[in-house]
């Protein structure tokens, strides 16, 4: 089995590869995710995802399996599919913007998960402000790794094509991938922009109790800082909050559910980096695409592996063209 480290971006170079079909499945139950069809510049997808998941009982390792949500998830966070309101989100959006004061729009955790601001670009990053408390929530999640003992557990479990499972000896668990490769990367996104707001209290891991500490750093912003913030949540309980402290909010619905998607070439890119992210490896048709493996270094740092040697051998070729060309342009 051949294989390759590559970037995110490289990923364009495998579509161009595989030609117009594309079959994603998680490799160790043998589960189809969706099916993919290039249809002139665009991609249609098409997925059950209430059928993604297959209960296992694996006790505390049992949420490191795919479900439904997993992929909405990715699906979400890549752009292919929009929030359930997202007119209504617009709308809000626009209307703060055009009263006096001046907006600052505030994320929730689980917005930031949904990566909303890089694949949609209807908020800038120096719109928008940043709880300490927000970050400090997805980075305690950094840390999670696999023991070679759960490993080893997962290995009893899982039916097909174990010996994959050695690549994630010491790599991120499920809920780390995706504190990692979805949250924090938004945060980098608004990084040089977003204005940083320290918490009036330290947080826990109370999320109620954080979630009253976030609307005391709303509160407190728009007294000392003469700004209205708007906090962005998905979260119910948290729009009570705002109802009862008399914040500004904007709702946001996630989506259930889906029937035929369209995708653009990048959203595919996306897709296919998230899948690979949340699942720790994805098979799509006869490649397998881990965002976890052995001497890691990078963030964006893909492994990719081919069942056809052939095609191991055409990509590698073209791969090394496409890197010769984007250092002698410089963009690399």
């Known amino acids: 089995m051949e294989g390759a480290t590559i970037k995110e971006g490289e990923l364009q170079i495998l579509l161009n590869l595989i030609g117009d079909r594309l079959d994603f499945s998680y490799p160790l139950l043998g589960v189809h995710v969706l099916d993919a ?24 390792l049992s949420p490191e399996l795919p479900c439904a949500t ?27 913007r055009g009263l006096k004061r001046k907006a600052c729009f505030c994320p929730d955790t689980n917005i930031l998960y949904r990566r909303f601001f890089s694949t949609t670009g209807l908020i800038e990053p120096k719109e928008t402000c940043v709880i300490d408390i927000v970050k400090s929530e997805i980075q305690s999640q950094l840390n999670y ?6 490993i080893n557990d997962l290995k009893k479990h899982l039916p097909y094509n174990r010996d994959l499972l050695d690549e994630f000896v010491n790599r991120k668990m499920k809920k780390a991938r995706k504190a990692a490769y979805f949250a924090n990367k938004e945060l980098a996104f608004l990084r040089e922009g977003a204005m940083e707001i320290a918490s009036p209290e330290r947080g826990s891991t109370d999320k109620e109790g954080n979630d009253w500490i976030i609307a005391k750093a709303l509160r407190r912003l728009e007294t000392e800082r003469s700004v209205m913030p708007v906090l962005l949540t998905a979260d119910s309980s948290m729009v009570e909050i705002c109802k009862g402290e008399n914040l500004e ?27 690979a992210a949340v699942l720790g490896v994805v098979k ?3 490649i397998y695409i881990f965002s976890e493996f052995k001497g890691k270094h990078d963030i964006d740092e893909l492994k990719v592996y081919f069942l056809d040697n052939a095609n ?13 060309l984007t250092d002698l342009l410089g963009t690399r």
Do not use: W
Not at 40 to 53: K, V
Not at 145 to 150: C, F, I, L, N, T
Not at 312 to 324: A, H, N, P, Q, V
């Open 145 to 150: 790794k696999y023991s070679p003992d759960q």
């Open 70 to 96: 997993d992929l909405t998830e990715c699906l979400m966070s890549s752009g292919v599919l929009a929030f359930a309101n997202i007119d209504e989100i617009r709308r809000q959006i626009n209307l703060y």
């Open 312 to 324: 191991s051998e055409t990509f590698k070729r073209d791969l090394r063209i496409c890197r010769k």
């Open 37 to 60: 069809k290039l249809s002139g510049e665009s991609y249609f997808l098409s997925a059950d995802i209430s059928s993604i998941g297959i209960p296992k009982d694996l006790g505390p």
């Open 284 to 286: 799509l048709n006869s």
């Open 249 to 275: 909010y904007i709702h946001f619905k996630m989506a259930f559910g889906a029937g035929e998607m369209v995708a653009t070439p990048r959203q595919m890119v996306d897709l296919i980096s998230e899948l």
